[in-house]
C-alpha cells in the first residue's frame, strides 16, 4: 500500500514539521509500543532540535477489532508535567486506544499534548481524537509493516502492506 520510499519522505516532512513547530519547547516523543518504534526510530532522525523519548506499552483485550479496553503494561519513565509531549502512534482505528492513553496522560498535567500517527484509518473512527501530525490516510484494510502486526509478524516489512487473508 505505501512503498518504503514514500513513508521516509513523509516522515521526514512530519520531523521538519516538529523542528519548527517546537522549537525552543524540548518536546518529549513518547513511542506506544511495540508498533510506533520504527516509525518513532526513523522521525527522531528527522529531528533537529533537543528533544527526549520515551516509552509506553500497553496491551489491549482484542483480536482483530478495538474494545478501547487498553492495560499500560509498561508505563514512561520521564515526568511528564509541565512538558510539551507529542504521542507518536502507529496507527489510529477506531481511535479508542489513543484516546484511553491521552485521558491518562492528561491527568499527568503536561504543558501540551499532541498525537502524531503514521496511519489513519479516518472511516472506522468512533472516538473523535484530534492529530496533529499523520503521515498517511489509508482505507479500512488491516495493514502490517513497518512496526505494524498481525499476530507479532511482519513487523520488519520495510513498506506497509495489506495483509493477505490466505
Ligand atoms: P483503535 O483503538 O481501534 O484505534 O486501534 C488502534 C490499535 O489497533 C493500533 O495501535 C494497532 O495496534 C491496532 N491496529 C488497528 N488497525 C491495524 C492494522 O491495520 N494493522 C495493525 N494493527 C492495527
Ligand atoms: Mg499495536
Known amino acids: 500500500m505505501i512503498k518504503e520510499v514514500d513513508i521516509?519522505?513523509?516522515v521526514s516532512e512530519i520531523g521538519a514539521r516538529i523542528?519548527?513547530?517546537y522549537r525552543d519547547k524540548?518536546?518529549?516523543?513518547?513511542?506506544v509500543l511495540k508498533g510506533a518504534f520504527m516509525f518513532l526510530a526513523d522521525l527522531l532522525r528527522e529531528i533537529e532540535i533537543p528533544v527526549e523519548v520515551d516509552f509506553l506499552s500497553i496491551h489491549s483485550y482484542d483480536g482483530t477489532e478495538s474494545s478501547g479496553v487498553v492495560r499500560i503494561t509498561h508505563d514512561l519513565s520521564l515526568n511528564?508535567?509541565?512538558?510539551?509531549?507529542i504521542l507518536v502512534e502507529d496507527i489510529i482505528d477506531?481511535?479508542?486506544?489513543?484516546?484511553?492513553?491521552?485521558?491518562?496522560?492528561?491527568?499527568?498535567?503536561?504543558?501540551?499534548?499532541a498525537v502524531c500517527s503514521?496511519?489513519?484509518?479516518?472511516?472506522?473512527?468512533?472516538?473523535?481524537?484530534?492529530?496533529?501530525?499523520?503521515?498517511?490516510?489509508?482505507?479500512?484494510?488491516?495493514?502490517?509493516?513497518?512496526?505494524l502486526d498481525y499476530s507479532n509478524r511482519y513487523r520488519n516489512l520495510k513498506y506497509i502492506g495489506v495483509l493477505d487473508d490466505k
Not at 511528564?80 to 509531549?85: D, K, L, M, P, S
Not at 477506531?94 to 499534548?113: D, Q
Open 118 to 147: 503514521l496511519l489513519n484509518k479516518e472511516s472506522r473512527r468512533v472516538v473523535d481524537v484530534p492529530l496533529a501530525y499523520v503521515g498517511f490516510t489509508i482505507p479500512s484494510a488491516f495493514v502490517v509493516g513497518y512496526g
Open 94 to 113: 477506531t481511535g479508542r486506544t489513543v484516546n484511553y492513553i491521552l485521558e491518562n496522560l492528561r491527568t499527568r498535567r503536561p504543558e501540551s499534548l
Open 19 to 21: 523542528n519548527d513547530e
Open 80 to 85: 511528564i508535567e509541565a512538558r510539551h509531549v
Open 26 to 31: 524540548k518536546p518529549v516523543l513518547i513511542g
Open 8 to 10: 521516509k519522505n513523509k
